[in-house]
């Protein structure tokens, strides 16, 4: 919530080449409290004030010799601050307000002043303009949190799968469609084979030598999306012998709660003849 202190301790810009509307704007500011309230009767400056100062308002007349106040709105547009900026035009010409807000000015105080109009407005001006800018900064801190909590889980991903390849002979990831995306570790060269034959999808040439049974209830696990631990299997090899493996996996799901695959590590156990 934007208070009335932050109201009032926002940063005020008046600029109009009469020194009586001025000082009529200025005492109007201060007795209700505002404490941050500059002018100038020189519209030339005004653009390198905004970059100075940046301020919450700018109130502009619209007709002042040398620059008028539609010049000052180009300038401050090429500032590359409009979508930021809050400005009030000052007018006593009826047609010339639909121009000033189609060139950038927010809203507009008739000529000459009715004070109780000329205060409204300023306030609910800058109370729209404050929680602009609050919501601006919310949106920056959360997108700065968002893209550090990323970086986090990102190296806490890559510190998961160094840690599990270093406990086990193999880490292994599959998508939703059961395709291997990740197979880390030795396994063709220690093993001699290729483990996507028994926990994916596998040709007959491939499936030789496994156990069916135990592909069947593994692959039933899968499909169930249950995690398993130390799932054992074997593999009978051409020479007679038998390999040993355990295995144990998870199931991944995104945020929003959709399965995304599996991963998990494998062992070998001693082979037996």
Known sequence: ??????????????????????ELLEQLLQSAGYTHVTSTMDPTVVCAMHQEINFDLILLDLKMPVMNGFQVLQGLKALGLADELSVI???????????????????????????????????????????????????????????????????????FRSLTALASDWYWEQNESGDFTTVSGPV???????MSAFMGKATAEEATGWDESERQALQAKIAAREPFLNFAF?????DGSKHF??????????????FTGYRGIGVELPAVS
């Open 89 to 159: 035009v000052l007018t006593a010409e009826p047609g010339q307000k639909l121009r000033a807000l189609q060139a950038g000015a927010k809203d507009f105080i008739s000529k000459p002043f009715d004070l109780v109009e000329v205060k409204t407005r300023i306030h609910n001006m800058l109370e729209i303009r404050l929680c602009h800018t609050k919501i601006q900064c919310h949106n920056t801190a959360l997108e700065q949190s968002v893209l550090e909590r990323t970086a986090q889980l990102v190296e806490s991903e890559e510190r």
């Open 245 to 258: 493996y355990r295995v144990s996996g998870e199931p991944v799901f995104n945020p929003a709660g959709h």
């Open 188 to 194: 063709i060269e220690m093993i001699g084979i290729r």
């Open 234 to 238: 074997s593999r009978l090899n051409a």
């Open 1 to 22: 919530m934007i208070s009335e202190d932050d109201i009032l301790n926002a940063s005020v810009l008046i600029v109009d080449d009469n020194a009586a509307n001025v």
